[in-house]
Nanobody, 121 residues
Framework: QVQLVESGGGLVQAGGSLKLSCAASGSIYRISGMGWYRQAPGKQRELVAAVTSGGGTNYADSVKGRFIISRDNAKNTVNLQMNSLKPEDTAVYYC???????????????WGQGTQVTVSS
C-alpha cells in the first residue's frame, strides 16, 4: 500500500514564506511525476506545480517566480517552497504522485490527505 504524507502547512502573513513537504512510502517500485495541487473553498482543484523524475518543472502562471518545486528521488519526497505568499494562495494543498507499486504494474495516481495553507492580509 502506498501513502503520501504532507507536512508544512499553516498560517502566514501576506509576503511570507512556507515550505510544504510530501513523503511517499509503502510499496513503491518507481515514481514518475510528482506535484502539488490546491483547492480553495468553492473552487476546483488546480495544479500548482509539477516535477518529472528527470527534474523538469511546470508551474501555474499564478505562482511562477514565487514558488519552487523540488524532489529527492532517493527519498521519494517532493517539496514546495512558497515565497511572497498572497491571500489568494489560501487553499488546501495536496501532494500527488504517479506511482508504480511493482515492475508489472502501471503508474497510478496517489494523493496525500491535504494540508491547509492560510495567508492573511
Amino acid at each position: 500500500q502506498v501513502q503520501l504524507v504532507e507536512s508544512g502547512g499553516g498560517l502566514v502573513q501576506a509576503g511570507g514564506s512556507l515550505k510544504l513537504s510530501c513523503a511517499a512510502s509503502g510499496s513503491i517500485y518507481r515514481i514518475s511525476g510528482m506535484g502539488w495541487y490546491r483547492q480553495a473553498p468553492g473552487k476546483q482543484r488546480e495544479l500548482v506545480a509539477a516535477v518529472t523524475s528527470g527534474g523538469g518543472t511546470n508551474y501555474a502562471d499564478s505562482v511562477k517566480g514565487r514558488f519552487i518545486i523540488s524532489r529527492d528521488n532517493a527519498k521519494n519526497t517532493v517539496n514546495l517552497q512558497m515565497n511572497s505568499l498572497k491571500p489568494e494562495d489560501t487553499a488546501v494543498y495536496y501532494c500527488n504522485a504517479a506511482i508504480s507499486p511493482s515492475g508489472y504494474a502501471s503508474f497510478q495516481p496517489y494523493w496525500g490527505q491535504g494540508t491547509q495553507v492560510t495567508v492573511s492580509s
